[in-house]
C-alpha cells in the first residue's frame, strides 16, 4: 500500500508535467514521511485497543519482528506491551 500511495503521487506529477527530478523527490520524501508519521499513529492506537483487553500481572508469550524491525517505530505487538507498561499492569514477557 505504501509503495502503491508513492507510485501514485509520482505518476501524478510526472502526467501533471512535473519534470523536474527535485520537486518528484521533494514529493516523494513529503508522502514518505507522512507514511511514517501514520504509521506510529495507527501502531499507537493498536497498541493501546490490545492493552485494553491485557489483564494486570499478565504472562505474554511473544515472539515476532517487531518495533522498527516490522514497523516505523512503536510496533504491532509490542506497541501492546509498550503501552501495558505505561500503564503500570506489571506484565511478564
Known amino acids: 500500500w505504501a509503495?502503491?500511495?508513492?507510485?501514485?503521487?509520482?505518476?501524478?506529477?510526472?502526467?501533471?508535467?512535473?519534470?523536474?527530478?527535485q520537486e518528484v523527490v521533494k514529493a516523494l520524501l513529503a508522502e514518505a514521511e507522512r507514511l511514517a508519521e501514520e504509521d506510529i499513529e495507527?501502531?499507537?492506537?493498536?497498541?493501546?485497543?490490545?492493552?485494553?483487553?491485557?489483564?494486570?500481572?499478565?504472562n505474554i508469550l511473544h515472539h515476532c519482528n517487531t518495533g522498527a524491525l516490522a514497523t516505523?517505530?512503536?510496533?504491532?505487538?509490542?506497541g501492546v506491551i509498550y503501552e501495558c507498561h505505561a500503564q503500570k499492569k506489571n506484565i511478564h514477557v
Open 72 to 78: 516505523v517505530d512503536w510496533g504491532t505487538a509490542i
Open 42 to 58: 495507527v501502531n499507537r492506537r493498536m497498541g493501546k485497543y490490545g492493552a485494553a483487553v491485557v489483564r494486570q500481572n499478565s
Open 3 to 21: 509503495t502503491e500511495r508513492l507510485l501514485k503521487v509520482g505518476n501524478t506529477l510526472v502526467a501533471g508535467g512535473v519534470a523536474d527530478k
